[in-house]
T-cell receptor, first 113, second 113 residues
Framework: GAGVSQSPRYKVAKRGQDVALRCDPI?????LFWYQQALGQGPEFLTY????????KSGLPSDRFFAERPEGSVSTLKIQRTQQEDSAVYLC???????????FGSGTRLTVV | QKEVEQNSGPLSVPEGAIASLNCTYS??????FFWYRQYSGKSPELIMF????GDKEDGRFTAQLNKASQYVSLLIRDSQPSDSATYLC?????????????FGKGTKLSVKP
């Protein structure tokens, strides 16, 4: 596609509910990143894929967070048993290689109530 | 802990003035640096990147890098009200963080008409 597409745009989840956030990167971009951005803060790194391989997941805050990119294109970030502190905007970005600028999607705003 | 530090602001400048945004980074091994602009409620968009010491100009924007001082800056000439946004500085991680961008918390810029 022309840009990075994320869905849903907004998600309200009850505490304890599982959620799945989708990212469709720019066609041909091998690198895909997930970031979490709390209000008034910069994006915080969660995890990084190169094609289907998850090369770095050091930023995932707990084992409730899981990401996959099984065919090297679309990625899903899953959060199990959501907590209020999970409320944030989840940004996906893709790039054609290391060290080049990333293109961000519009993000998914998750609110846990 | 690899960090990118920015003054959160707000930085207020009159229309037509030069806005100067500053950033320091802790990882001396970082080689690539990026400036993103983020309007309220929107995702970050890439403005400039810089790899080499010195200045890099693109229209009204000039990025400056001093690796010895671990310092990056962004100058915006002839500031316009439409430049009012949060500006995020980012460095490409090295070592275990290789490939992902480490963001500062952002500086909020307000350009007054």
């Amino acid at each position: 596609g022309a840009g990075v597409s994320q869905s849903p745009r907004y998600k309200v989840a009850k505490r304890g509910q599982d959620v799945a956030l989708r990212c469709d990167p720019i066609s041909g971009h091998v690198s895909l990143f997930w970031y979490q951005q709390a209000l008034g803060q910069g994006p915080e790194f969660l995890t990084y894929f190169q094609n289907e391989a998850q090369l770095d997941k050091s930023g995932l805050p707990s084992d409730r967070f899981f990401a996959e990119r099984p065919e090297g294109s679309v990625s899903t970030l899953k959060i199990q048993r959501t907590q209020q502190e999970d409320s944030a905007v989840y940004l996906c970005a893709s790039s054609s290689g290391q060290g080049v600028g990333y293109t961000f999607g519009s993000g998914t705003r998750l609110t846990v109530v | 802990q690899k960090e990118v530090e920015q003054n959160s602001g707000p930085l207020s400048v009159p229309e037509g003035a030069i806005a100067s945004l500053n950033c320091t980074y802790s990882d001396r091994g970082s080689q690539s640096f990026f400036w993103y602009r983020q309007y309220s409620g929107k995702s970050p968009e890439l403005i400039m990147f810089i790899y080499s010491n010195g200045d890099k100009e693109d229209g009204r924007f000039t990025a400056q890098l001093n690796k010895a001082s671990q310092y990056v800056s962004l100058l915006i000439r002839d500031s316009q009200p439409s430049d009012s946004a949060t500006y995020l500085c980012a460095a490409v991680g090295v070592g275990g963080s290789q490939g992902n961008l480490i963001f500062g918390k952002g500086t909020k810029l307000s350009v007054k008409p």
